[in-house]
């Protein structure tokens, strides 16, 4: 196939690609480095099936030839990404996924869009099935990101009802891997990089909220099955270990052998309290769940941390 790929640059999309290529595929990746780095994309010179164009796809633009796919994953992604670029964040998920979706319906091509676990914002039912809307605050700082990607969704859900798109709907929990920014302020990068500095590790609030960690291979393994799947309603690819934060900073002090201590910072507004996904559709319809433990996961994340570190150049 022949697939177009937003959000190439960014942590996930990167590894999407590769994946895709890997399968034999031929890619087309759009990014304008907002949050993506260049770094990312870095293995792939002299790829010759995959090309790069640098494209804000909230802007018109065209693809020549044929298009089997369309992977629409350009989004800031990171609480700290997002409120820095709220309105960014707003226009790629609305204005942006509408233009793939034009693209996947001009070329007659599938669509798979990304969106996200923070649909269910501070969620009332745990763990998060996809029958549940969720409890999102519509105005809190949180929004830009949480009502985009709710957008985003529904209009993939329209162009289906409406033009007959064959869309996909994955709503992706917590990733970690290689590639992450190391500044961009969520947890994994924060305590990694944190433990590896040898200095404090933020727990925000008390650390008794939780998460719950997919490594980065198992996500775009669902990802890969779900694009090639006919449910048009959303699916949940996550891992279900779930864990509080505090938790989480004794692995990262095991996997690192750091002595780093815990600071207590205040809990950013609307943090929601626990986080896990019923991942009981993906698997029946399919037939994935996750393999990598978060030992396992880990030690490839703290060896890239390591990596980056020793370069002392941050990433552009
Ligand atoms: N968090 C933390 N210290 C940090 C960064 C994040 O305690 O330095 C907490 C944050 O408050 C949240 C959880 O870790 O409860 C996961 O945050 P992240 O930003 O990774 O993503 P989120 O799941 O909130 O989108």
């Avoid at 792939?44 to 494209?55: A, D, H, I, K, W």
Wanted: glycine content about 8%; charged content about 25%.
């Amino acid at each position: 196939m022949r697939i177009v790929v937003s959000g190439v640059a960014g942590f996930i999309g990167s590894h999407m690609c590769d994946r895709l290529l890997a399968e034999g595929h031929t890619v087309v990746g759009l990014d304008n480095f907002l949050t993506g780095s260049r770094r990312n994309l870095e293995h792939l010179q002299g790829e010759p099936r995959f090309r790069f164009v640098e494209q804000d796809i909230t802007r018109p633009f065209t693809i020549e030839g044929p298009v089997d796919a369309v992977v629409n994953m350009a989004s800031p992604a990171s609480p700290k990404d997002y409120l820095e670029h709220p309105i960014e964040t707003l226009e790629v998920g609305s204005i942006g996924t509408q233009r793939m979706l034009e693209l996947a319906l001009q070329k007659g091509a599938r669509f798979l869009v990304t969106s996200t676990s923070e649909c269910y914002g501070d969620p009332l039912v745990h763990p998060q099935v996809e029958t549940y809307w969720g409890n999102v605050n519509p105005v809190g700082p949180r929004s830009c990101y949480d009502e985009s990607k709710r957008f985003a969704e529904a209009i993939s859900m329209a162009y289906h009802r409406k033009h007959g798109v064959r869309t996909n709907i994955a709503r992706i929990f917590n990733t970690y891997g290689p590639r992450m920014k190391l500044d961009d302020g969520r947890v994994v990068p924060a305590f990694l990089d944190q433990a590896l500095r040898g200095e404090p590790m933020t727990v925000f609030g008390n650390g008794s909220q939780t998460r719950s960690f997919c490594y980065v291979s198992d996500l775009v393994d669902g990802l890969y099955r779900l694009m090639q799947s006919d449910e048009r309603y959303p699916v949940n690819l996550g891992n279900p270990r779930e864990m509080t934060i505090l938790e989480f900073a004794e692995h990262i002090r095991k996997m690192t052998g750091a002595k780093s201590e815990l600071v207590f910072q205040p809990l950013p507004e609307d943090d929601p309290k626990q986080r896990k996904p019923d991942i009981g559709k993906a698997r029946k319809l399919l037939g994935w769940e996750p393999k990598v433990s978060l030992e396992d996961g880990l030690k490839p994340t703290v060896a890239y941390f390591r990596g980056v570190h020793a370069t002392h150049t941050p990433a552009p």
